[in-house]
C-alpha cells in the first residue's frame, strides 16, 4: 500500500475489486455481500482511511463546515463567544475553522479569501477595529456565503447580527459611577470607526447629560488596550480636573488604568472608581475585584451559531434577516463599591 493518505482505489486496487463496490461497502449497501463489505472495513481500519472532504461537499453542495473571522482569540469575550459557536456546530454536525484577524485589515481579508477557498457553507465575523473598506464582505454576498455579524457590525450592511445595546449598557455603567458618587468622570473610549465604540462613548455623555455633570473633551480617551490604559491614566493626573471615575470600553483597559493608578498610590475605589466591559476571568481577581457588564459571549456565540445553520439548511434562502439584541448585566464588585462586606450584586440592565 502506498504511503500518504489512503483512497478507495487504494483499497480496491489491494482486494481486487471495482472503486465503486467498495464506496458501496463503506456505506453498509445491501448489494455487497458481508464478506466483502468486512474485508473493506477492516483493511480501511488497518490504513485509517478518512472519506475526502472536498470531495463530498461537492458532490453534496455542501462541506458542513462554518468558518468564524474573530478578532483576538486572547479576548476572554471572544474566547467565550468561541466557545459558544463551537458547541452548538458540534451538536449540528458541522465543524468550525477558525481565524485571528488579530486587529487587523489585510489578515481580515486574507481570512475571508481563505474561508472561501474552503468552500464554507456560512461565516461568522466580527470586523477588527482597523477595517474601514468591507468589500471583502460584499464579495461574500456576492458569492452566496450565508453571514451571520456578531458583537461588531457593519452599519448598512443588511445580514443576520447578534448584538448587545452597547449604548444603554454604557449609560448604566455611567449612571453607576454617579450613583456611588463620581462627579467627574472620565471614558477610555473604543475607535470610533467602530460601532461598538461610538455607542459606548454615546451611552457615557448620555448619562453625564442627564446628570448635569461637566462633558469635557479632555476626559475621553482613545485607550482600548492594556498599555494604552497606562499611558492615558498619566496623562489624567496631569489634568487640572479632579478625576473620581472611570468608564473603560473594555476590562483589560479598566484593568491598566487601574494598575497605573494604584503605581501612584491613588485608592481604588475611595478616589477614583473604575467599570470595565466584558466581565472577563480577570475581573474576579483584581484587587480590589473590577466592576463590569456582563456580554455573555457564550450565549452570543450559540445564539450566532444557531442563526447561521438555519439559514445554511433552510430550504428557503430569501427570508428577512434577524438582529437580535442579548441582555447584559452590571456586575457590580470592589472597584465601585467602598469595602461595604457586600456580596456580588447583578443588575440586568
Do not use: W
Not at 203 to 223: M, N, R, T, W
Request: proline share 3%; aromatic share 8%; charged share 25%.
Amino acid at each position: 500500500m502506498k504511503s500518504g493518505q489512503i483512497t478507495i482505489k487504494d483499497i480496491a486496487k489491494e482486494l481486487g475489486i471495482s472503486p465503486s463496490t467498495v464506496s458501496r461497502a463503506l456505506k453498509n449497501h445491501p448489494d455487497i455481500s458481508e464478506e466483502t463489505k468486512q474485508a473493506v472495513n477492516e483493511l480501511a481500519k488497518r490504513y485509517k482511511y478518512q472519506p475526502n472532504a472536498v470531495a463530498l461537499s461537492l458532490k453534496h453542495s455542501r462541506s458542513n463546515t462554518i468558518g468564524v473571522i474573530i478578532p483576538e482569540i486572547v479576548h476572554y469575550f471572544f474566547s467565550s463567544v468561541i466557545s459558544g459557536i463551537e458547541d452548538v456546530a458540534y451538536n449540528a454536525g458541522f465543524t468550525v475553522i477558525i481565524c485571528q484577524s488579530n486587529e487587523r485589515y489585510d489578515r481580515e481579508l486574507t481570512n475571508a479569501n481563505a474561508l472561501l477557498a474552503h468552500r464554507v457553507d456560512g461565516i461568522l465575523v466580527a470586523v477588527s477595529k482597523t477595517t474601514t473598506d468591507f468589500q471583502h464582505i460584499y464579495n461574500l454576498r456576492e458569492q452566496n456565503i450565508p453571514l451571520v455579524f456578531y458583537d461588531r457590525i457593519i452599519p448598512g450592511f443588511f445580514a443576520d447580527q447578534v448584538i448587545i445595546d452597547d449604548f444603554d449598557a454604557a449609560y448604566e455603567a455611567t449612571k453607576h459611577l454617579v450613583e456611588v458618587g463620581c462627579k467627574h468622570i472620565a471614558h477610555f473610549a473604543g475607535p470610533q470607526n467602530l460601532l461598538i465604540g461610538k455607542q459606548r462613548k454615546e451611552g457615557y455623555l448620555k448619562a453625564l447629560k442627564q446628570y448635569s455633570l461637566p462633558i469635557l473633551d479632555e476626559l475621553v480617551f482613545e485607550a482600548d488596550t492594556f498599555e494604552k490604559a497606562h499611558i492615558a491614566s498619566d496623562k489624567l493626573l496631569k489634568l487640572e480636573t479632579r478625576i473620581d471615575g472611570i468608564f473603560a470600553v473594555n476590562d483589560l483597559t479598566a484593568i491598566g488604568a487601574m494598575q497605573a493608578l494604584q503605581k501612584k498610590n491613588i485608592k481604588i475605589p475611595e478616589e477614583i472608581a473604575i467599570i470595565g466591559f466584558s466581565d472577563g476571568r480577570f475581573s474576579g481577581i483584581t484587587n480590589p475585584t473590577l466592576t463590569s457588564v456582563d456580554q455573555h459571549g457564550y450565549e452570543m456565540g450559540t445564539v450566532a451559531c444557531e442563526m447561521l445553520i438555519k439559514r445554511i439548511i433552510s430550504e428557503v434562502k430569501d427570508y428577512p434577516y434577524e438582529t437580535k439584541v442579548l441582555k447584559t448585566d452590571l456586575i457590580v464588585r470592589g472597584s465601585t463599591e467602598h469595602n461595604k462586606g457586600k456580596d456580588l450584586n447583578k443588575i440586568q440592565l
